[in-house]
T-cell receptor, first 118, second 115 residues
Framework: AQTVTQSQPEMSVQEAETVTLSCTYD???????LFWYKQPPSRQMILVIR??????QNATENRFSVNFQKAAKSFSLKISDSQLGDTAMYFCAFMKHRSSNSGYALNFGKGTSLLVTP | SQTIHQWPATLVQPVGSPLSLECTVE??????LYWYRQAAGRGLQLLFYSVGIGQISSEVPQNLSASRPQDRQFILSSKKLLLSDSGFYLC??????????????FGSGTRLTVV
């Protein structure tokens, strides 16, 4: 079974600063996908960024980027130029690669609550 | 464009009462559908998923059941609610042929409080 660990229950950052959220995972799979989801106070789960394990290049989406270290099984999220609207719970998630159209679970960490302060 | 609808947004039900939460997806066909539960202070736990009409896979034994009567409709039910069923329930969908995987799209969730 795959496990996802987010070791930082809560973090805070000042507006315009940079913050990094940590995520580690445990798997014996060689091909898989990693995700960061954001859950603001509205509770809507929003996909922030995704990474395919076979790609060495780190994914970026505007102010969001990841540091993917496959050997270390680490997948951290960096938020640059933090904005008040970034305040949310952030979840790291893992899914193994599927060779068919079968359904498969996203395995989530317990989340990191990020507060962006003025 | 594809959209996912989930209702009701909030629900307060007495112990022992039945439950029915509904999720529908628009703008796509043959989606994989998922029900997750988020308990306070915890991550998301997969409850059920479905890859087609009438096809339900259960991930954890519990007081809940799921059904998929139509291609884009996914229902979460219980005959008799327990206090431990309280939580935030999220429905999600993905394109069945989405390889490589692009992740799920979630509904807005249902806050269930069993009293």
């Amino acid at each position: 079974a795959q496990t996802v660990t987010q070791s930082q229950p809560e973090m805070s950052v000042q507006e315009a600063e940079t913050v990094t959220l940590s995520c580690t995972y445990d798997t014996s799979e060689s091909n898989y996908y990693l995700f960061w989801y954001k859950q603001p106070p509205s509770r809507q789960m929003i996909l922030v960024i995704r990474q395919e394990a076979y790609k060495q290049q780190n994914a970026t989406e505007n102010r969001f980027s990841v540091n993917f270290q496959k050997a270390a099984k680490s997948f951290s999220l960096k938020i640059s130029d933090s904005q008040l609207g970034d305040t949310a719970m952030y979840f790291c998630a893992f899914m193994k690669h599927r060779s068919s159209n079968s359904g498969y679970a996203l395995n989530f960490g317990k989340g990191t609550s990020l507060l962006v302060t003025p | 464009s594809q959209t996912i609808h989930q209702w009701p947004a909030t629900l307060v039900q007495p112990v022992g009462s039945p439950l029915s939460l509904e999720c529908t997806v628009e703008g796509t066909s043959n989606p994989n559908l998922y029900w997750y539960r988020q308990a306070a202070g915890r991550g998301l736990q997969l409850l059920f998923y479905s890859v087609g009409i009438g096809q339900i896979s259960s991930e954890v034994p519990q007081n809940l059941s799921a059904s998929r009567p139509q291609d884009r409709q996914f229902i979460l039910s219980s005959k008799k609610l327990l206090l431990s069923d309280s939580g935030f329930y999220l429905c999600a969908w993905e394109k069945r042929d989405s390889l490589p995987n692009y992740g799920y799209t979630f509904g807005s969730g249902t806050r269930l409080t069993v009293v």
